[in-house]
């Protein structure tokens, strides 16, 4: 079933959650519990928000390794219902899913760009002019209103202006692409890109300064387009995946996990890289270590790994070695960063991905 | 007849935000005032738009242009029927919530509870000075049980440095309590208007209850009130609720005949339910000062109080101070006991009417 990833669900039990990709089984919906309350289940080792009159936990999956995993295991007893369980995925793969009918409200953030651009710029605080002139910047790019959204803090309505960012979701790759070339040359008084300053204030953060080399991972940021600042306020662009341009439907698939794996290709094709979950087509593999197979494919759950390597270029990788096999179609290997259990074991520390040359 | 605690907020299946304004409440409704219409339901023209969860939603505003507001709550009558309430005890009507249109209470006692247990390192700037202000509150005497939050505060839509912190105080001794407290309170923090500041506000604000007044008027009465301040530098509203218990009236045990605008001057014999909404005014030694139709009033029968729906309106005298009102007369027949007059300010139908223009109780002694 397709339902638009970075849309939001708020849950009857009062969870808010993020929906965690593009495609899902048919009656959940594959989500990353984003603020939890903290009436059934609690760590101090995560954030607390006051959010809609409740005190939750901001689930950080790049919290401290221990306390995380006793809090996964804790959720798990407290809200069973929303912990799958995938039987076409071997291994203990962690997934959480809101079925259909624990959904209290669904927020699309389609809708809530329409209703925010249908307003009388005057009734709009700072924060909401900028989304307001930004998204009117981004549609000279040749994409209708309709391929946008917004999400997060501001379509929920809890942003805080000067601190929060502003969050785009651009729906369909072809549009996404199409709107990064569009950013490479676009010129407006209130648009700047990252310096070199922040983003190494962002290399510093999670694992990536244990991936990269500081220069190499500069290099990659700095051609980035969908991240930068307007008006002073971070902008992040998300893509999400149309249902026509699904490269693999729910069920379609069996993974078996054959141990973690680390490997080297050269990128034939990142348009998938766009999405999460998202993928680089590679070719010639190289097992560096793990068993010795040929992959043809670097799959993420994670949007660290968007967009980050381009045709022709060489990526080592390491994460969770899977042998896929469509109903219909050859078997083949991929290697799969990010999946939630990864987070509360060892994996952390070893998955990665990064352009090499 | 059923209690409710006044403002309190309330979500409808329509998609409406709605404060409660009233304690008390006609059976299988719940009197309210819209406070945000989605804007593809009723287009609002003359009232503000907000953003909000995922919604251009209309603010709704009783202080709107008047033409713009009666032709609002026109499309409002004929479009959701079901939210007025035409009420045969009153001859008049409310906004109402059927209670099997609501969606979501925001129980604002709740929420200032779970606030509470946030660690400050993981508040903002903003939630740190509600829960500062909170502590000072109870330096009172008055528990944090009895205190609830409101509006975006507890929503979580807030914006610091713009957003108020409003604050419920559940219980009408508590109310006194607190107000009291704070006529001698000391906090770095927390600042009142001086009689400077309130001239300006006096001036940069005339609305139809002020003009009433003049400045230096406007200034005695406000200078002494304690429900509104500034807590770090952001206003703060103190509204204080009733029990269960504790309600002045019971929906039902009485019946009011509308009789017309009148002025009337009386002594207060009693403020103590001058700071709920409604609330009222006990008085005696009423004198009609301006009223077309004084043939039609039973000269045996006393005016006994003043009663307010208008929040300006609240703790505007104490007892033993003389007050003039001017709002709708109504000859109130209780189920037990005697009838009597009353002046009413501040009935939703005041508000497109000329009674908006009339309409406001001031303190002779503050003249």
Known sequence: MHFYESSIITTKDGLHCQVYANEHPTHSILVKPKYIPTDKVESSALQYRFIGGKKMNRLDMWAEKNALKIYVEQFKKAYPHYVMQSNMHSGSRLFFSVPIEHIERVYFPRTGLKELMSMPVDALDVHLRNVHEFVMLLTKSGLRMKDFGVTYSTLMGHYMSNISDINIVVYGKENFWKLMEFLENAEHSMLRWKTREEWLEFYGRRNRHKIWDKEKFLKIMERKRSEGFFGNTLFVIFAAEKEEERTCQWGSERYSDEGIAKVTGIVSDEFNSAVRPGFYTIEKSVVLSGKNVPVSQVFFHSRDYCMLARRGEKIEACGTLERVEPKQGEPYYRIVIGYLDSYITERREQEQMKVIS | ?367
């Open chain 2, 1 to 367: 007849m059923a209690h409710f605690y006044e403002s309190t907020l309330v979500d409808t299946v329509d998609g409406f935000q709605c404060k409660t304004y009233a304690n008390e409440h006609p059976e299988g409704y719940v009197i309210v005032k819209p406070k945000y219409i989605p804007a593809d339901a009723i287009k609002g023209d003359g009232l503000k738009y907000r953003f909000l969860f995922e919604k251009c939603l209309v603010r709704f505003n009783l202080f709107a242009r008047k033409a713009e507001l009666q032709k609002y709550v026109d499309q409002f009558r004929k479009k959701f029927p079901d939210y007025i309430y035409d009420s045969p005890m009153h001859k008049n009507w409310f906004f109402v919530v059927p209670k099997n249109k609501i969606k979501t209470v925001h129980d604002g006692r709740n929420g200032l509870r779970e606030l509470l247990k946030v660690p400050l390192r993981d508040c903002d700037l903003y939630l740190v000075l509600v829960q500062e202000l909170v502590g000072l509150l109870m330096k009172s005497g008055v528990s944090s049980e009895n205190l609830g939050i409101m509006h975006s505060t507890l929503l979580g839509n807030y914006t610091y440095g713009k957003s108020d912190i409003d604050i419920i105080i559940y219980g009408k001794d508590n109310g006194w309590k607190i107000l009291d407290y704070l006529k001698t309170a000391h906090h770095e923090k927390l600042k009142w208007k001086t009689a400077e500041e309130w001239a300006i506000y006096y001036k940069e604000h005339q609305t139809s209850e002020s003009r009433h007044f003049t400045e230096q008027e406007y200034v005695n009465h406000m200078i002494r009130k304690r429900y509104e301040g500034t807590f770090g530098g952001t206003v703060f509203t103190l509204f204080t609720v009733e029990e269960p218990h504790e309600t002045w009236f019971k929906w039902g045990e009485e019946t009011y005949e509308p009789m017309g605008v009148a002025t009337v001057k009386a002594r207060v014999t009693n403020h103590d339910n001058s700071h709920v909404r409604p609330g009222f005014y006990e008085v005696s030694d009423a004198e009609l000062l301006d009223y077309d139709e004084r043939s039609a009033l039973d000269k045996t029968i006393p005016i006994k109080r003043f009663v307010t729906y208008s929040i300006p309106f609240v703790q505007q005298a104490i007892t033993g101070e003389h007050i003039k009102a001017c709002g709708l007369l109504e000859r109130v027949t209780p189920k037990n006991g005697k009838p009597y007059y009353r002046i009413v300010v501040g009935y939703f139908d005041a508000y497109i009417s000329d009674r908006r223009e009339k309409e406001y109780i001031k303190a002779l002694e503050l003249g």
